[in-house]
Structure formats: structure tokens, C-alpha cells
């Protein structure tokens, strides 16, 4: 018994050590790939195409500030105010999955950026909970200046095409910096479904979820960093 309790100790210093470790590394330096790349780039090959990952990393200071409000008007709303967790925006989609087969995620910047970054993907409750030990430690060692550059160089945007340079320049023809507010609205209006939608043949629905985040970006009014 004394033996176990050892172990479980040096299993768990070594796992806070590791993770801590590797959360701070990425404070400064850019994680070059995530598991989701890797995996969409077996299901690409798997289906007869070219292995393909395509992304080009952009700092925060070159992204245009549209992409960065439509980010945030569209995924989380408070993000410069919350500490990883919007604990109302989890409840109403508790409180709506109860009521409907088409299951809605209530999760932040912070935890999105976690889950891409650091966790595999899929869905179970212990990929969750690593989720929120994750999203707490890049939110007590990175600035939200990082996790908002972080998310928006990793997270998926088409087939094969991840970051919102790669998106800008496959879409817009343009760099990240040049998005107008209608661009970055219809780039963020196809996230929930990247592989279904394109920014430039959207649907009525597409051309519906830019209109209303064009609106909540008026709203939201200047972004303080």
C-alpha cells in the first residue's frame, strides 16, 4: 500500500510537472501541429487525396482586428472578462441539450484553444476534464493576447486548411492583416462545420450567422487587450 501511494505520488509530480511544463513552453513557441491536423490528414489520405496541412503562422499584431472581434462575437462574448469558463453560456447549453437532439457546446476561447492545442479529439468526459485543467493553466501562464494568436493559427477552416492566414489567403486572396468586417464575419460564420461551408459560396444560413456576427461586433464596440 505504501509502495502505491509512492508511485501515484511520482506519477502525479511527473504529470503536473510535464504538463506545466509544456503549457509554459508554448507560451513561446509555437506549436508547430495538433492531433486534429494529424488526424484529418490520415482521413484525407484514407479517401484517395494528397496529404495536406495548410497553415502559415501570424502573429497577433498582423491579424486584422476584424477576425479578432468576429472571434469573439461569435464564440465568447466574454472572453477578456472570464477566467477560462463562461459558467452561464454552460448552463444554457446544458439546459438546451436537455431539450434537443442537436447537441450545442458552450465552450470559451480559452477552452477551444486548450482542446485544439493539447487533447485529442473526440468527445468523453475524461477528454473534458483534461479540457478545463488545460484551459486553467493557459489562462494563469499565457495572456489573452496568446490564446486569442494560439486559436486563431490552429483552429480548423476548411479541408486541409488551418489558421486564419492559410484561410485568408485560400478564400480572400489577401493577408490576415487586409480582412474587412464582412470577410472575417463569413470566415467565422463556417466554424461549426469548416469541412461543410465555404466563406466564399456561403449559404443562406452562412450569409445569416455573418449578418448577426457583424451586428454583435458592432456591439461589442473596441477590443481592449
Given at each position: 500500500?505504501?509502495?502505491?501511494?509512492?508511485?501515484?505520488?511520482?506519477?502525479?509530480?511527473?504529470?503536473?510537472?510535464?504538463?506545466?511544463?509544456?503549457?509554459?513552453?508554448?507560451?513561446?513557441?509555437?506549436?508547430?501541429?495538433?492531433?486534429?491536423?494529424?488526424?484529418?490528414?490520415?482521413?484525407?489520405?484514407?479517401?484517395?487525396?494528397?496529404?495536406?496541412?495548410?497553415k502559415d503562422w501570424v502573429s497577433f499584431d498582423e491579424m486584422s482586428i476584424n477576425i479578432k472581434k468576429a472571434a469573439v462575437a461569435s464564440e465568447d462574448q466574454l472572453f477578456l472578462e472570464h477566467h477560462g469558463f463562461d459558467l452561464r453560456a454552460i448552463e444554457r447549453a446544458i439546459d438546451k441539450n436537455q431539450h434537443s437532439n442537436k447537441l450545442i457546446g458552450g465552450s470559451t476561447i480559452s477552452q477551444q484553444t486548450a482542446k485544439n492545442v493539447f487533447l485529442w479529439p473526440g468527445r468523453s468526459y475524461i477528454r473534458k476534464a483534461f479540457e478545463a485543467y488545460f484551459t486553467m493553466l493557459i489562462e494563469a501562464l499565457w495572456s489573452k493576447e496568446r490564446i486569442m494568436e494560439v486559436y486563431l493559427n490552429v483552429i480548423e477552416m476548411g479541408d486541409g486548411i488551418y489558421g486564419i492566414e492559410a484561410a485568408s489567403e485560400t478564400y480572400f486572396k489577401r493577408h490576415a492583416s487586409q480582412l474587412n468586417k464582412q470577410q472575417a464575419a463569413l470566415i467565422v460564420g463556417v466554424w461549426p462545420n469548416p469541412l461543410k461551408w465555404s466563406p466564399v459560396k456561403p449559404t443562406q444560413y452562412i450569409r445569416h450567422r455573418s449578418y448577426l456576427i457583424m451586428k454583435n461586433m458592432r456591439r461589442l464596440g473596441p477590443l481592449d487587450f
Open positions: 500500500m505504501r509502495l502505491f501511494k509512492y508511485l501515484l505520488k511520482l506519477i502525479l509530480i511527473g504529470f503536473f510537472g510535464v504538463t506545466i511544463l509544456w503549457v509554459l513552453l508554448l507560451r513561446f513557441i509555437n506549436p508547430p501541429v495538433t492531433l486534429l491536423m494529424i488526424e484529418r490528414g490520415f482521413e484525407r489520405k484514407a479517401a484517395g487525396k494528397d496529404w495536406k496541412i495548410d
